[in-house]
T-cell receptor, first 117, second 116 residues
Framework: AQKITQTQPGMFVQEKEAVTLDCTYDTSDQSYGLFWYKQPSSGEMIFLIYQGSYDEQNATEGRYSLNFQKARKSANLVISASQLGDSAMYFCAMREGISGGYQKVTFGIGTKLQVIP | GAVVSQHPSWVICKSGTSVKIECRSLDFQATTMFWYRQFPKQSLMLMATSNEGSKATYEQGVEKDKFLINHASLTLSTLTVTSAHPEDSSFYIC????????????FGDGTRLSIL
């Protein structure tokens, strides 16, 4: 089974509108972390937001918020007031702590977001 | 935010050459470093996880003798692509992180490797 599933290969959003990027995950760990990264066409990976498995509140960072639904194993990213500079690939990732100190990080296939003026 | 420096950013070399890529965490001690490979328009594929002072843990299908990883200090990890061939051409990107699972990875800017 896929560890991280992003079902939207591409999304369009009008400038200044909000957009939700979907992410579901699969793990048997009790303690894990969920992350969203942005990758512009230049290639660098930019950390956006983090949600811990034990966090009760949804994470927020400026215009980014994470809609965490633990029972459904979903961690959707919400971008409010979209800007042209938000056009990029967005990756959802999960970090699990495997026994023996080894940590595994899995990325989804990404969603390409295009913001339309 | 935390800074991770990856060097070089672009390498073009002949087939059979070995290429070393460095990943440095500049302002924090990175207990764990990750090496990824990314093909065009695809996601990041984890190659290996390295913890400082111990051997790297490679993902299934990644050749240990081909992709040598050294994590000699808390601020430096290196990936050496030995006897590189055209099929090794790719975008390689490292990340560094503190120990626990709630710490984000901080990425270098990546290395574009082209083998002729």
């Amino acid at each position: 089974a896929q560890k991280i599933t992003q079902t939207q290969p591409g999304m369009f959003v009008q400038e200044k509108e909000a957009v939700t990027l979907d992410c579901t995950y699969d793990t048997s760990d009790q303690s894990y972390g969920l992350f969203w990264y942005k990758q512009p066409s230049s290639g660098e990976m930019i950390f956006l937001i983090y949600q811990g498995s034990y966090d009760e509140q949804n994470a927020t960072e400026g215009r980014y918020s994470l809609n965490f639904q633990k029972a459904r194993k979903s961690a959707n990213l919400v971008i409010s007031a979209s800007q042209l500079g938000d056009s990029a690939m967005y990756f959802c990732a999960m970090r699990e702590g495997i026994s023996g100190g080894y940590q595994k990080v899995t990325f989804g296939i990404g969603t390409k977001l295009q913001v339309i003026p | 935010g935390a800074v991770v420096s990856q060097h070089p950013s672009w390498v073009i070399c002949k087939s059979g050459t070995s290429v070393k890529i460095e990943c440095r965490s500049l302002d924090f001690q990175a207990t764990t470093m990750f090496w990824y490979r990314q093909f065009p328009k695809q996601s990041l594929m984890l190659m290996a996880t390295s913890n400082e002072g111990s051997k790297a843990t490679y993902e299934q299908g990644v050749e240990k003798d081909k992709f040598l990883i050294n994590h000699a200090s808390l601020t430096l990890s290196t990936l050496t692509v030995t006897s590189a061939h055209p099929e090794d051409s790719s975008f390689y990107i490292c990340s560094a992180s503190r120990a626990s699972s709630n710490q984000p990875q901080h990425f270098g800017d990546g290395t574009r490797l082209s083998i002729l």
